[in-house]
């Protein structure tokens, strides 16, 4: 059974940092291209980062770039958003997802609470 389960999420100030973990399990995870979305209530899922399972290539949307990273360990199943310079805009849900070809994989995902 697959399973991705994200967590760091939480309510940080304005200009502050978070670190989002997911780690991954039933799958051979360093086959699997690696990103992060969020949903902000009354909006549409968007990408935030991605990273290819072959040579580490980063992708960012724009709304982040400069500001959020994204790593992966292969060696811990695990992906990571690090995320500096937060704004209230950033508030979302955070979702891990794992993709290779077709049906996705998603986890439950993780609050993050931009607020002074």
């Known amino acids: 059974q697959v399973q991705l389960v994200e967590s760091g999420g939480g309510l940080v100030q304005p200009g502050g940092s978070l670190r989002l973990s997911c780690v991954v399990s039933?799958?051979?995870?360093?086959?699997?291209?690696m990103s992060w979305y969020r949903q902000a209530p009354g909006k549409e899922r968007e990408l935030v980062a991605r990273i290819t399972s072959v040579g580490g290539i980063r992708q960012y949307g724009d709304s982040v770039k400069g500001r959020f990273t994204i790593s992966r360990d292969n060696a811990k199943n695990t992906v990571y958003l690090q995320m500096n310079s937060l704004k209230p805009e950033d508030t979302a849900v955070y979702y891990c997802n794992a993709a290779r070809g077709l049906d996705p994989y998603w986890g439950q995902g993780t609050q993050v609470t931009v607020s002074s």
């Open positions: 039933g799958l051979t995870f360093s086959m699997y291209t």
